[in-house]
């Protein structure tokens, strides 16, 4: 069965880091791309970071302002976010996806990791 389980989140001050993981099972990880999606109340869910099949390309929504890395171990199945200098704009629900691409295109979803940063 394919799953996704994200874990890492919690509550910071703003300017501090955390490190969100995601933990893939079921499925070869290295045939998907991953990204990383976060939605806060009352917002759509919008894409904050995406990684290609083998790492070798990343790409990042604006408000990241350069703070946000994803890398991925395709070995340990497990696909991160590094979030340093968080903002309280950055307070949302991060979920992870997992994307295949072509005549087998396939799409899958975590359960999702709270992160809130407040003072």
């Known amino acids: 069965q394919v799953q996704l389980v994200e874990s890492g989140g919690g509550l910071v001050q703003p300017g501090e880091s955390l490190r969100l993981s995601c933990a893939a099972s079921?499925?070869?990880?290295?045939?998907?791309?991953m990204n990383w999606y976060r939605q806060a109340p009352g917002k759509e869910r919008e894409l904050v970071a995406g990684?290609?099949?083998?790492?070798?390309?990343?790409n990042y929504a604006d408000f990241v302002m350069g703070r946000f890395t994803i890398s991925r171990d395709n070995a340990k199945k497990t696909v991160y976010l590094q979030m340093n200098s968080l903002k309280p704009e950055d307070t949302a629900v991060y979920f992870c996806?997992?994307?295949?691409?072509?005549?087998?295109?396939?799409?899958?979803w975590g359960q999702g990791t709270q992160v809130t940063v407040s003072s």
């Open positions: 079921g499925f070869t990880l290295s045939y998907y791309d």
């Open positions: 990684a290609s099949r083998f790492g070798g390309s990343t």
């Open positions: 996806n997992a994307k295949r691409r072509g005549p087998w295109e396939a799409d899958y």
